[in-house]
């Protein structure tokens, strides 16, 4: 499969349909069922203590691979979160921002699934996975 | 088992510890191993479309737990989230505020298990389940 | 909604089309949206010490939510399992029967949600928790 | 890290402790944070239509996991699976074994975390995902 949208295609769709997180997040690279997600971490993202709260590392994943899913289908329609399974492994690294590598295991006519390691820019042990799936609409398939 | 916190004693909990979230929760009643939470629907829990995004509802269900936990064991350390699983099942109505209903299933020395089911404030179907694992550092045990 | 198989409707529904589990389980009652199914409990499903196996727990909590679907929806077509997860929270209790109590969440026309809370007969405190998600065929809707 | 238990050393483990299912299992491979598994899939494992029950898969992915903690910290004592999530992502080939990819992601003083990918044997696209937290005995440390 080829495809349908690439790094700044990605980039374009974030900034228009996602005004409110685009600005922190960075497509560090895009291939057919992979991708590399950057999230610059700032106060928003942070809990007391300085750590990066759940919710952001939830997010991240989430984003990272529904633009997996637009790359390879184009951005056609709206694919609907139905459920994820996330694993919080270790304390994110004070001011490193995270990075998310994306993998698609399914792109179905109805399901795709896929799955994120997370880890804090330049340190090898992963703070989070997640996996994710998402209903794709009919008009989609 | 006794509550060692009540719904005010978890209330200044959370305005004392998580300024950022604490003007949009509600916490409705507290009984043992078991909690209801509401969260004020705002400008910044919507995605495009005015539905509530995946991470709010994500962090409505974290924090119901983790309080459910306080109101148990006291303010006495901090609870870490080691996983969750999430299944978003419906669009949750626009306008609506969010109430979770959150039930502590286990309370063990290092590990303790809650779940919660989310409404749109009036509606009877959930928009979403979630449960999460916490792990309890020894101090608290 | 009402229900399209009663419990020995059910119960005649397992013999014939999964006889190799079919000995093992009672359905003890059946609702609209909700299962209460009992695993007899012999050697097959136990491991090394006496503790039943987690496989053995997933397949109660399996079948339990896919014979409440079928309850809603009668015996027409195949639902699949597409996502599980499930907390393992305490032993069960040695040679006591599991009783899992199903809700279904959801019913929809392509995904269906439920769960189930699994307790040692006789014992209040639940041994594991499981939320599973199935696609519903075309046919089925 | 070095392994503590190698391939020889985990087929040893599993012929004495688990008995019921090391005559299904075979270890491919082991290294540091690593480990391929197959099972040899009989009648046991199929349902109706020729397919892997989920109980199965669910299976291979647990002792996967399990084995592969072993082979870090040695058969010194039991860790407990506390919580899984799977995702089923297409039907197995019939007649063919499966083969699951396990990575550890963490393996700290009190949880262990890992993942496998399961495929057909022979076949590219995943069947299944599996994610697994372990607790881990004070002793084990």
């Given at each position: 499969m080829e495809l349908q949208l690439d790094a700044d295609?990605?980039?374009?769709?974030?900034?228009?349909d996602f005004p409110q997180v685009a600005d922190q997040l960075r497509i560090e690279s895009v291939a057919p069922m992979a991708l590399r997600l950057r999230m610059l971490i700032d106060e928003r993202h942070l809990r007391p203590g300085g750590t990066v709260s759940g919710p952001a590392m939830f997010g991240l994943a989430d984003v990272g691979v529904y633009l997996a899913i637009l790359a390879m289908v184009g951005p056609v329609a709206l694919a609907v979160t139905t459920s994820c399974s996330v694993d919080f492994m270790r304390k994110p690294a004070a001011g490193a921002d995270l990075v998310a590598e994306v993998r698609l295991l399914k792109l179905g006519r109805v399901l795709a699934v896929?799955?994120?390691?997370?880890h804090s820019d330049g340190v090898a042990a992963p703070v989070a996975r997640?996996?994710?799936?998402?209903?794709?609409?009919?008009?989609?398939?």
């Open positions: 295609g990605l980039t374009a769709f974030l900034a228009r896929g799955d994120a390691l997370i997640a996996s994710l799936t998402y209903s794709i609409p009919p008009a989609m398939g």
